[in-house]
């Protein structure tokens, strides 16, 4: 306020608006530390009654209420012949955005103020708005403060006088966004149709010229040529002046290129997700019908017929391990996204890296009738790296190879040392190739290329990604070549190679015999706890179950086993409550446990060894990986 202007504020009655107590108690402070009267209401129909009955000079009215939007009450005042020329002053703690400023404004708000506000803030604008109400004397000043204001923000501000449809302003911003001359727009009032993409200038200037008509303009449109596009939102209202008559066009037009390259990116993510989701539940069913099928069959032919029980079973943990390399595949690539994935980097001889991940897809290779050729240089080749995760490497681009070959197909694995610190692994095959489209690709999440003629299932689409990411962790590089569709492919991998100081030859773990065991197997799975327990009765342990931490409580007190096999996720008390109960009791303290979860995570082990764990195996574990969780510590 003008320290020469002096206003008398005793007079003037302010409507107080806001649900949250403490809010409204500190603003009501503030409005009547200025001298103003101040009555105050919580919701927007106590809102509504208040300004009709009361008619206080101005509302200061919050957003977000409980029963009516602070946006619908301002518009309800007015649009009420009683309340109509009540000044609102609306403000919002969450809403706070350009589009929220806007919708508050377009709903009939004189003002809106984002929280918090300051106390000399909040007593400015009330004063502002009412000798706005008070005299329209100021007019040159208000029209400089928004000339400063509409220059020194991204949108175009444009002001239009209705009777001759005279341009009368618009903002710097224009030629940012239209990349035009403003001199030649003020010339020419239609000139920025001329930036407005031809494929929608008919439908924008239609809907422009039929603006005082039809009294709403709110159109999104592309400006420029193909190749250098921006997206434009342009929205315009009338002006009214105190006798309600509109007399002049107000037009923002802001530039939402960001908005509608974010809603592409959107929808695609969105078809990859569908995408993915029907491949995972197509993956998922394929190995669960024939283990389904298994069981079936099992259940119907005699148990004598041993030759046709051991092919079920074969199907069966053939099944779960294609089930098992899904899971993992999900997780790893999860675990790298979050930076959580680490690696355990040793001295490894690259025999020891090249076995397991032809191990892991033997069974794949000889169902297809593939050869497999092996090309290693003659001497030891030590590679610095995680030796499990190096053959999940090579492994991934062997199953990659054998999925997309016909059978009787060929694969190679050819290993190159090109220079003194560099290995090259290339794995290749005569498959169906991959088109040049796909080769840009096909390190992407979700990216498959064509499938084989015998509709081997393609896989999640994650392998490659997987591949790639583990690549680059371990420092070094994967490219992939192909000359097109049934040509074949080649995946080459290049690693540094680095000579260890001194290579000490592995120790080989001395086998141990398990004597029987007085074992607790807690589950809530009944099947999953039934079948392990019957196993391990067959190896001539003496084996309890529990479904639930109480029933674990009352078998480990009565049977006193030596180990307990604990599932985590159990209804009610967790397995790592349970872990940590089991332990505080003194015949427990030393009694070996190992939690046998779906949980596999870091912090998920972090959690087990913090509650008393010994082990910690994640489902489906290998009965090899079980059977020496149990042996006795040496």
Not at 126 to 136: D, E, F, G, H, S
Not at 304 to 311: F, G, I, L, P, S
Not at 398 to 422: C, M, S, W, Y
Not at 431 to 438: E, L, R, W
Request: aromatic fraction near 6%; hydrophobic fraction near 40%; glycine fraction near 6%.
């Amino acid at each position: 306020m003008n320290k020469d202007t002096v206003m008398d504020n005793s007079s003037i009655l302010i409507l107080n608006v806001d649900d949250n107590d403490g809010a409204r108690y500190v603003k009501t402070r503030i409005l009547l530390s200025a001298g103003f009267r101040v009555i105050e209401a919580a919701n927007g129909t106590d809102a509504l009654e208040m300004a009709r009955k009361e008619a206080p000079a101005l509302v200061l009215l919050d957003v977000k209420l409980p029963d009516i939007s602070g946006i619908e009450v301002c518009r309800r005042i007015k649009s009420d012949v009683a309340t109509c020329t009540v000044l609102v002053l609306q403000t919002s703690a969450a809403l706070i955005g350009r589009d929220d400023k806007i919708r508050g404004l377009d709903g009939g708000a004189d003002n809106y103020l984002a929280a918090p506000i300051e106390a000399d803030e909040l007593i400015a604008n009330v004063n502002a708005l009412l000798r706005l109400q008070r005299t329209q004397t100021d007019l040159r000043n208000s029209e400089e403060r928004f000339r400063q204001l509409a220059e020194n923000i991204e949108d175009v501000f444009w002001m239009f006088n209705i009777s001759d449809q005279r341009l009368l302003y618009a903002s710097p911003a224009y030629e940012r966004l239209f990349g035009r001359p403003l001199a030649q727009l003020q010339q020419t009032p239609d000139d920025w149709l001329e930036a407005v993409h031809p494929d929608d200038r008919q439908v924008v200037q239609a809907d422009w010229q039929a603006f005082l008509s039809a009294g709403h303009y709110d159109q999104e449109f592309r400006l420029g040529e193909e190749g250098a596009v921006r997206w434009v939102r342009d929205r315009a209202f009338l002006v009214r002046d105190d006798q309600q008559q509109p007399y002049r066009v107000a037009r923002i037009s802001s530039d939402i290129s960001e908005r509608k390259n974010m809603e592409a990116l959107l929808r695609q993510a969105d078809e990859h997700k569908n995408d993915f989701l029907a491949t995972l539940a197509h993956e998922l069913r394929n190995p669960l019908s024939p283990i389904r099928n298994a069981v079936t069959l099992m259940n119907t032919v005699p148990a004598t017929q041993a030759e046709v029980h051991q092919r079920a079973r074969d199907v069966i943990l053939r099944q779960v391990g294609h089930l098992t390399h899904l899971v993992d595949d999900l997780l790893d690539v999860a675990r790298i996204s979050q930076g959580k994935l680490t690696l355990r980097q040793q001295d490894v001889e690259l025999h020891a890296v090249i076995e397991p991940a032809v191990e892991t897809v033997k069974a794949l290779i000889e169902s297809r009738g593939h050869r497999l050729r092996i090309a290693v240089p003659p001497q030891p080749v030590w590679l610095h790296g995680d030796p499990v995760r190096l053959s999940q490497i090579l492994g991934n681009l062997l199953h990659n190879a054998a999925k997309f070959t016909d059978p009787g197909g060929e694969i190679t694995l050819t290993v190159t040392l090109p220079q003194t610190d560099r290995i090259r692994i290339a794995v290749g095959d005569n498959g169906i190739g991959i088109t040049s489209y796909n080769l840009a690709r096909i390190f992407g999440m979700f990216t498959q290329g064509a499938s084989t003629r015998d509709r081997m299932h393609d896989g999640l689409g994650i392998g490659l990604s997987l591949v790639s990411k583990l690549v680059d962790m371990h420092g070094g590089k994967v490219q992939a070549y192909s000359d097109g569709i049934g040509k074949g492919s080649t995946f080459v991998l290049e690693f540094p190679l680095r000579l260890p100081a001194e290579v000490a030859p592995a120790a080989v773990p001395e086998p141990a015999v398990p004597g029987s065991l007085r074992l607790l197997l807690v589950d809530d799975n009944v099947d999953s706890v039934s079948v392990m327990a019957e196993l391990l009765k067959m190896m001539g342990h003496d084996v309890v179950t529990a479904n639930n931490a109480e029933e674990a409580l009352v078998q480990a007190r009565a049977h006193q086993p030596e180990t307990i096999v604990l599932d985590l996720g159990l209804p009610g008390i967790d397995g790592y409550t349970l872990a940590r109960m089991l332990r505080a009791e003194p015949a427990f303290a030393h009694t070996r446990l190992i939690a046998h979860t779906g949980y596999g995570s870091d912090q998920d082990r972090e959690r087990s060894r913090a509650a008393g764990f010994d082990y910690h195996l994640v489902k489906p574990a290998r009965f090899d990986d079980l059977e020496r969780a149990l042996q006795p510590q040496r």
